[in-house]
């Protein structure tokens, strides 16, 4: 049974600074994008950054220059680094992995569950 789990969001003033945290667990063979998504309060979920197995990156403009994404092969574990954050960050962040099982020849996405990160102003 494959799991995605966060970790990391909190409560932090304007300006301030989170690291969120995604591992996965599981009987997992490989994973290929993994994603960080956000959903604000009466609004959809949208793309906050995303990376793929070779490392590219890509970032929602509202968060470029910001915020950072990485990941750790070894520990099947994705990273969302927030600086300068501002309220409108305020947000249940989710992660997303598209990844293959064990025994699995198919690609398939796996959500976590969300964490909140809340920032006042």
């Known amino acids: 049974q494959v799991q995605l789990v966060e970790s990391g969001g909190g409560l932090v003033q304007a300006g301030g600074s989170l690291r969120l945290s995604c591992a996965a667990s599981?009987?997992?063979?490989?994973?290929?994008?993994m994603v960080w998504y956000r959903q604000a309060p009466g609004k959809q979920r949208v793309l906050v950054a995303a990376?793929?197995?070779?490392?590219?990156?890509t970032y929602a403009d509202s968060v470029k220059g910001r915020f950072t994404i990485s990941r750790d092969n070894v520990k099947n574990t994705v990273y969302l680094q927030m600086n300068s954050l501002k309220p409108e960050d305020t947000a249940v962040y989710y992660c997303?992995?598209?990844?293959?099982?064990?025994?699995?020849?198919?690609?398939?996405?796996?959500w976590g569950q969300g964490t909140q990160v809340t920032v006042s102003s």
């Open positions: 997303d992995a598209v990844l293959r099982e064990v025994g699995s020849t198919l690609f398939r996405n796996y």
């Open positions: 599981g009987s997992i063979f490989s994973i290929n994008t």
């Open positions: 990376i793929t197995s070779g490392n590219a990156t």
